[in-house]
């Protein structure tokens, strides 16, 4: 529905790898100058302030960077809550969005900033939301009462009944999805005055241009602004507002947009104006060109719609490149160790040092890697092969052994059992002109080295036929478009006549019984020895 805009852009990506963590949010908000002024709240506020205070206490308590005097400014601005005032303060206001927070944790901490800031945004927009914030390490039983049950939680109580939390989590992300929840869904600009007032404190918006405020598409265009809690929606019927809004554009009624804070900053809506179609635009252009994941944002970056959901980089610096991007695509960058393992482990490249630039179609689950030095050419190449679907998905292999045996020069010794990597199981198997017994493993299968050692029993057994291999594959390490096994172990009989249906075994037969099928599919009298 949204055709491709392909667009060369120069951007920086910093490199190392990262920890997926499930984190949960939640939210309330409201006015904290509707608290009672008595001794016993002031005294309870004062004394959750620690972390404030303690921020003040530095060697030098006398010498403050100006970012450091902005931060001890909006942390004031959040009401810290105790055992006794928390039901005070939600109970007199009527939004209150509550931070559940533990002094140890990291994604405690990444958000505490962010979350003071968007106190002072709110407040300056003359918002009726009071912040506050609750170490609930410190006081489990007022945030068990609240509903926060892990670190951090974010809930909004709205005259005393919570919801979750499910916007961003950078302070404007904060301020839109509190003040959509608790105001207006779309902000009506009418003069220019107004409109350059917006822009100063909004760099990334969803604007409706609409000659009158009525009719089915612009009631599309509400019920997409109340939907979406992630962007905020400004509205306007004068073509001059929408120009400065949406500048060097050709608009007509009615007109949809996002603005972003990038080099590419305008995108036009060109679908249908219904409510899906809208979201669905705001969902695949809303990421920036590359997006920094952290641990407070890999949720609901890796949840997204688009389909070549994330480019991951990892431990190193890259210089400026050119890269690509369509509508079908978000490009990510991954900086934490931790957070970037699961990626590379799909790769097979945990223990990769150099930069690792790969590509992932969540839609049918193939995955592509860039194999050569990652230059801004060999880059912008590779996502172009990505996007036109003529680059070759990627198959985690082991390196090829040195003793590789292939199979147009069978040279296997008696007994002894072929080792298969993704690179080989081609020639080894698919193309063999001999029968072949494979045992499919992993490392971590607890019923594997008993089936292993059998089947060492079964090839000592056959050793001296000239028409029969034995072979394993490790399925953990190795990968292959016509081995989808999900069972371990697995034991599969390849006919020399036809490879593309192999027989599968009951690895949990006794060597008789293996040994009586092999011989059935071999279709000789190989006798069955005593010994098994």
Not at 150 to 155: A, D, I, Q, R, S
Not at 247 to 257: A, Q
Request: net charge negative; hydrophobic share 35%.
């Amino acid at each position: 529905m949204y055709p491709p805009k392909p667009t060369s852009r120069f951007i920086f990506l910093t490199l190392t790898l990262v920890l997926l963590l499930t984190l949960s949010f939640t939210v309330t908000s409201s006015e904290a100058t509707n608290v009672d002024n008595d001794d016993e709240d002031a005294e309870g506020i004062e004394e959750l302030l620690a972390v404030d205070e303690e921020a003040e206490n530095q060697e030098n308590p006398h010498v403050k960077s100006p970012e450091a005097e902005v931060l001890s400014k909006a942390q004031k601005i959040v009401i810290e809550l105790n055992q006794d005032s928390t039901k005070r303060v939600i109970d007199a206001n009527e939004f209150v969005l509550v931070l559940g927070y533990a002094p140890w944790c990291p994604r405690s901490a990444e958000l505490m900033p962010q979350f003071a800031e968007a106190a002072t945004e709110l407040k300056e927009l003359g918002s009726d939301v009071v912040l506050a914030k609750i170490d609930a390490e410190r006081y489990p039983k007022a945030a068990s009462n609240l509903g926060i049950k892990g670190y951090p939680t974010m809930l909004l109580f709205v005259n005393g009944s919570s919801q979750a939390y499910t916007g961003g989590f950078t302070s404007q992300e904060i301020v839109i999805w509190a003040s959509k929840k608790t105001g207006e869904s779309v902000i009506r600009v009418n003069s220019d005055i107004q409109a350059k007032e917006f822009l100063r404190k909004h760099s990334m918006f969803a604007v409706g241009l609409f000659e009158k405020f009525e009719g089915s598409e612009y009631e599309e265009f509400i019920k997409a602004a109340t939907s979406h809690n992630e962007i905020q929606f400004v509205e306007t019927s004068e073509m001059g507002v929408a120009n400065i809004l949406f500048p060097n554009m050709k608009l007509s009624y009615p007109f949809v947009g996002l603005v972003k804070s990038e080099l590419d900053r305008y995108t036009t809506f060109e679908g249908t104006l219904k409510m899906e179609d809208i979201l669905q635009f705001l969902d695949v252009y809303k990421f920036p060109l590359v997006t920094t994941v952290t641990e407070l944002n890999s949720v609901r970056v890796f949840s997204t719609r688009i389909k070549f959901q994330r480019l991951m980089t990892s431990r190193t610096l890259l210089n400026h490149f050119k890269m690509w991007q369509e509508s079908t695509v978000s490009l990510h960058n991954i900086e934490d160790d931790n957070l970037a393992k699961p990626f590379l482990t799909l790769l097979g490249r945990e223990e990769a040092e150099e930069t690792v630039v790969a590509a992932f179609d969540n839609k049918i689950s193939t995955k592509y890697l860039l194999e050569s030095d990652p230059t801004p050419s060999k880059i912008e190449e590779f996502c172009s092969g990505v996007l036109h679907g003529t680059l070759a998905p990627f198959y985690k292999s082991q390196p090829i052994p040195d003793n590789v045996s292939f199979a147009n020069n069978p040279s296997q010794t008696e007994g002894s059992i072929q080792t298969i990597v993704g690179k080989t199981f081609d020639e080894l198997i698919l193309s063999s002109p001999q029968n072949t017994f494979l045992e499919v493993h992993t490392p971590r299968c607890i019923t594997c080295e008993a089936t292993s050692k059998k089947v060492e029993k079964l090839a000592k057994h056959f050793k001296g036929l000239d028409d029969l291999t034995f072979a394993r594959i490790d399925a953990y390490a190795n990968e292959h478009p016509k081995l989808q096994v999900n069972d371990y172990p697995t034991l599969l009989f390849y006919p020399a006549h036809d490879k593309s249906n192999p027989i599968k075994l009951p690895s949990k037969s006794s060597l008789k019984d293996l040994a009586t099928l092999i011989n059935k599919n071999l279709k000789t009298d190989h006798k069955t020895k005593d010994e098994l």
